[in-house]
């Protein structure tokens, strides 16, 4: 029962390098999404899609690519670090068949850019 | 547009006090409406939820009610213990189900 898996826990990264931080959901979830955490901001959406193929952009999308080409698994990337993007990274799922359905977490990615 | 407004934190209580964690939305149309918490180190996990007026949520002790005419979804809990000691997140759904807004989290410690 893996429900929503994110890899890895923690990065450190230089600014200028590029990384991808992995989402998987095992739920067969149809709307997936990325979220940043900020001290003081709560949660911001980064990047949403709701199916395979389809992702549109977020609060704060800027410095972050999406794809979505399986319904399980939705990386997000980052094209060249700064130090701004320092934060900690959750991804979600939903099913939204049923209009009300809440989101599922995981457990986050912990990020520092230097 | 759509939006959460929490109060602020960091709440400090001692164990077995009442608990209230304010928390009123800005919807078009009738959103559902839902407590997340999150311990340390942890992602957020549902705690509790309405989906109309007059709703109450219910989990672990906690509970909130969908109020529509003060556009609020007020937290409580009788007698807080130290384990809840976390993070809360007030959050509404749009009723077109497409999209979460978060509230900015509260702090909560509870002291022995």
């Known amino acids: 029962n893996a429900g929503v898996t994110q890899t890895p826990k923690f990065q450190v990264l230089k600014t200028g390098q590029s990384m991808t931080l992995q989402c998987a959901q095992d739920m067969n979830h149809e709307y997936m999404s990325w979220y940043r955490q900020d001290p003081g901001m709560g949660l911001r959406l980064i990047h949403y899609?709701?199916?395979?193929?389809?992702?549109d952009q977020g609060e704060v999308p800027n410095g972050y690519n999406v794809s979505r080409s399986t319904t399980e698994d939705f990386p997000l990337r980052l094209l060249s670090a700064a130090p701004s993007q320092t934060s900690v990274y959750f991804c979600?799922?939903?099913?939204?068949?049923?209009?009300?359905?809440?989101?599922?977490f995981g457990d986050g990615t912990r990020l520092s850019i230097l | 547009g759509n939006s959460v407004t929490q109060m602020e934190g960091p709440v400090t209580l001692s164990e077995e006090a009442f608990l209230t964690i304010n928390c009123t939305y800005t919807?078009?149309?009738?959103?559902?409406l839902f407590w997340y918490v999150q311990y340390p180190g942890e992602g957020l996990q549902l705690l509790l939820k309405?989906?109309?007026?007059?709703d109450k949520g219910s989990n672990k002790g906690f509970e909130a009610t969908y109020r529509k005419e003060t556009t609020s979804f007020h937290l409580e809990k009788g007698s807080v213990q130290v384990s809840d000691s976390a993070v809360y997140f007030c959050a509404l759904l749009t009723n077109t189900g497409n999209q979460f807004y978060f509230g900015t989290g509260t702090s909560l410690t509870v002291i022995p």
């Open positions: 919807a078009t149309g009738y959103p559902s």
């Open positions: 899609s709701v199916g395979a193929g389809i992702t």
């Open positions: 979600a799922s939903r099913d939204p068949g049923a209009g009300d359905q809440p989101q599922h």
């Open positions: 309405a989906t109309k007026a007059d």
